[in-house]
């Protein structure tokens, strides 16, 4: 509903977006001849139905989502400002995503959504004078090196610094400093529980320190890296009202519900030993937690093209986080509960073997990663992560089209896709062409999970497998399997016009007999199948 708040802040928008526009033309006619402006975009349009929800019925009551069928766009504009080979700043706007007939995403009728413009990246490139050492800051999407379906541990927008020494053709070394959360927390009262100001913004920040080192030779890459991190103990509270994380030093008053949640990442769930739908309770607070968390990574991916075209490529990965202390998790119905701890540490292997034909790219691709052993007092053993982005499958992960016209269909699990807890082998078939300008990749994977069985015991719902989308991923235990199916098609109508077909199925194979013997509510439950079919339009220039 429009009313005088919402009247100012739509006024202040088009004003800033209007004089930022002004600016950026008097830049253009005042600054021709030192300054090159380049403009490149993004233009999606794109229809859908699914559902990938896993459950039909719970309780005897149906669990259908909202609608199956979803219609939206999104826009990306990028305007860069050159001034040499040295100098540059660069500027990405995103509009949307926009949900038709949605108000609150600026779909509905008058099309008039205040908050829709966002700044996604914002950041300036250059370099030392008479030197290969370069620099880049600000807002930038950053992912850690990595090979074989994507980066499980960081593709996102981030504040960062960033710099990069080129030795030689074959060696050079890349460093960088990021803060993805810094002053989000507004305080509490230590009496009562509610928000004040007190202590607000108190070891509050996140901060990595990366350093990564690519040596490329003739059909040899490899990038060796390494990521330092440190998480102050109210670092994952503050974005969200029901934050995951809330603490002071005798007391904890917060919903579990909600977390440390942005399109990147839900933090909460993925740094430290806590998935949606564990019967956790933590108003007991965390015992002696330290003002500070360690976070530590490293990978190491190799990419072969020594025997073209025979593509392989290996990836190993590890993380650890230290968590602030323990928790009460309650199992067997409430009876008994133990102190779990929020420490998380694991480790993920994945692969890919490809061969290029004429034809099209077979392929052959797996991953392993560690699991939950069952034992909650020592911790998570599932690999913590920032925010992945999976890309071995597309429903599942992010390959294909890495945007969904529809989120009425259930969880949305196009991104965030980590492997933590699951292990998987596929097979696809990518850039097959029968027509001139028309492309298909067909994969099919299985999906099973390493986590112990034991730990249903924990859960006091159907979320542990349902609802982990977005966050880790689906909670599989090692009675569990999952079968996938991929078919993604492209048609390049125009050089800068293309129509993307993008199906999706997944066969839930879960053993319900492993979850329901332990839910505490939502016993008679019955799963199904999750599906997806999407077409996009895309204009780029």
Request: proline share 3%; net charge negative.
């Amino acid at each position: 509903m429009f009313n005088q708040e919402n009247g100012v802040k739509f006024f202040k928008k088009a004003c800033m977006v209007t004089l930022l526009a002004a600016g950026m033309l008097m830049g253009i006619q005042t600054g021709a001849k030192a300054i090159d402006f380049k403009a490149q975009g993004e233009w999606l349009v794109g229809f859908g139905v699914a559902d990938s929800n896993l459950v039909d019925k719970s309780g005897g009551k149906k669990k259908d989502a909202d609608d199956i069928f979803g219609a939206a766009q999104r826009i990306r504009l990028q305007v860069d400002a050159v001034a040499s080979e040295a100098l540059s700043g660069t500027v990405f706007f995103e509009i949307g995503t926009q949900y038709w007939g949605d108000a609150e995403f600026g779909g509905a009728l008058g099309a008039d959504g205040t908050n829709q413009i966002k700044v996604k990246n914002a950041y300036i490139d250059w370099t030392v004078p008479s030197t290969d050492l370069q620099f880049r800051m600000g807002l930038q999407a950053l992912a850690m090196p990595n090979a074989a379906g994507g980066s499980a541990i960081l593709d996102g927008d981030v504040a960062a610094v960033v710099a990069n020494y080129k030795f030689n053709d074959n060696v050079s070394l890349t460093g960088l400093w990021m803060r993805p959360v810094n002053d989000n927390f507004d305080g509490w009262d230590s009496t009562d529980g509610t928000k004040t100001n007190f202590e607000r913004n108190y070891l509050d920040n996140i901060d990595l320190f990366a350093v990564s080192l690519p040596l490329t030779f003739d059909g040899v890459e490899v990038t060796p890296w390494a990521m330092y991190g440190m998480m102050g103990k109210n670092a994952l509270d503050g974005y969200e009202d029901d934050g995951l994380l809330r603490y002071n030093d005798t007391h904890r008053t917060s919903s579990l519900d909600g977390g440390w949640t942005t399109e990147d990442g839900v933090l909460s769930h993925t740094l430290i030993n806590y998935h949606p739908g564990f019967n956790a309770d933590l108003s007991n607070g965390f015992g002696k937690s330290n003002a500070y968390s360690s976070l530590f990574w490293f990978g190491l991916p190799i990419s072969l093209t020594l025997w073209d075209p025979l593509n392989i490529e290996f990836e190993f990965d590890y993380g650890y986080s230290g968590g602030f202390g323990s928790y009460d998790l309650f199992k067997r119905g409430d009876v008994d509960s133990v102190r779990a701890d929020t420490r998380r540490e694991g480790w993920l292997v994945k692969a890919l073997v490809e061969y290029k034909f004429d034809w099209g790219v077979p392929g052959i691709f797996g991953w392993y990663a560690s699991g939950d052993d069952g034992d909650m007092k020592n911790g998570s053993k599932r690999m913590p992560s920032l925010a992945g982005s999976g890309s071995f499958t597309s429903f599942m992960g992010s390959a294909g089209t890495d945007w969904s016209p529809n989120t009425k269909g259930g969880p949305s699990i196009e991104q965030n896709m980590t492997y933590a807890g699951t292990w998987g082998v596929g097979l696809q078939v990518r850039d097959v062409s029968f027509i001139e300008d028309m492309s298909h990749t067909f994969r099919v994977a299985l999906w099973g999970g390493t986590n112990s069985p034991s730990m249903t015991k924990y859960f006091n719902s159907r979320e542990g497998w349902n609802d982990g989308y977005g966050d880790d991923g689906p909670y599989m235990t090692t009675n569990d399997n999952l079968l996938e199916f991929n078919l993604d098609n492209t048609y390049q109508m125009y050089e800068n016009f293309a129509i993307n077909l993008d199906l999706g199925y997944i066969v839930n194979m879960y053993d319900t007999d492993t979850w329901k013997r332990r839910w505490m509510t939502d016993n008679d439950v019955q799963k199904k199948d999750a599906w997806k079919a999407q077409v996009t339009f895309a204009y780029t220039f």
